[in-house]
């Protein structure tokens, strides 16, 4: 199935650390999503995007929809050992309810 | 404020048998879709429901078929289980179609983890 192109894959960051990861598309966006999910769960909502260069904050969080609408970014200040956990892009076009998901970026901190 | 609910948490299956899996969404909501998570993939989308009808369908067979309920839960029916069907499948909910910004986010249920044998 169609899924969107997410780097890195994974990665392992001491405590204390800035984390970046982006994702992208070859089709343009109207919205972009970014969710993380822990093992046995759901995914959680961190922050939603939904014009083009918009930046948003949540805590530590921060999220970025692209200007060209085919990518988003998100980036994670200080890393703690609780930002464990698999992040999951999303985004959605015109004229559609579906949306398409990231492979994941699955981080892991070192304390 | 209880959040979505999904049954079963886990269940196992073999080959050829049917299997139905159900949603309560997020109070208030009203628009429901299931996605499909194989091990260490993102969701893919297998179709959403709104009015009691299917708006919109992913890439899947039609052994996938679904329904949602006048109370707004659903359920996800698959038929003719393959190998290839194990996977935890999710359910999200969401506001209704007719708004637009904030309630295009969905929220999602902890899944139904289905093994199939």
């Known amino acids: 199935g169609q899924q969107l192109n997410q780097s890195p894959q994974s990665m392992f960051i001491q405590e204390g650390e800035d984390v970046s990861m982006n994702c992208t598309s070859s089709?343009?966006?109207?919205?972009w999503l970014w969710y993380k999910q822990d093992p046995g769960e759901g995914p959680v909502l961190l922050i939603a995007?939904?014009?083009?260069?918009e930046l948003t904050s949540n805590g530590r969080l921060t999220a970025q929809f692209g200007i060209t609408r085919k990518d988003s970014f998100l980036n994670i200040s200080a890393s703690i050992p609780s930002d464990v956990g698999i992040y999951f892009c999303a985004g959605r076009g015109g004229g559609t309810y579906k949306y398409i998901f990231g492979t994941g970026t699955r981080l892991k901190v070192l304390a | 404020d209880a959040g979505v609910t999904q049954s079963p948490t886990h269940l196992i299956k073999t080959r050829g048998q049917q299997v139905t899996l159900r949603c309560s969404p997020k109070s208030g909501h009203d628009t429901v879709s299931w996605y499909q998570q194989a091990l260490g993939q993102g969701p893919q989308f297998i179709f959403q429901?709104?009015?009691?009808?299917?708006?919109q369908r992913g890439n899947f067979p039609d052994r996938f078929s679904g329904h949602q309920f006048p109370n707004y839960s659903s359920e996800l029916n698959v038929n003719a289980l393959l190998l290839g069907d194990s996977a935890l499948y999710l359910c999200a909910s969401r506001p209704g179609l007719a708004y637009s910004g904030g309630a295009n986010v969905l929220t999602f249920g902890a899944g139904s983890r289905l093994t199939v044998l």
């Open positions: 995007l939904y014009k083009a260069g």
């Open positions: 089709s343009i966006f109207n919205t």
């Open positions: 429901y709104y009015e009691e009808e299917e708006r």
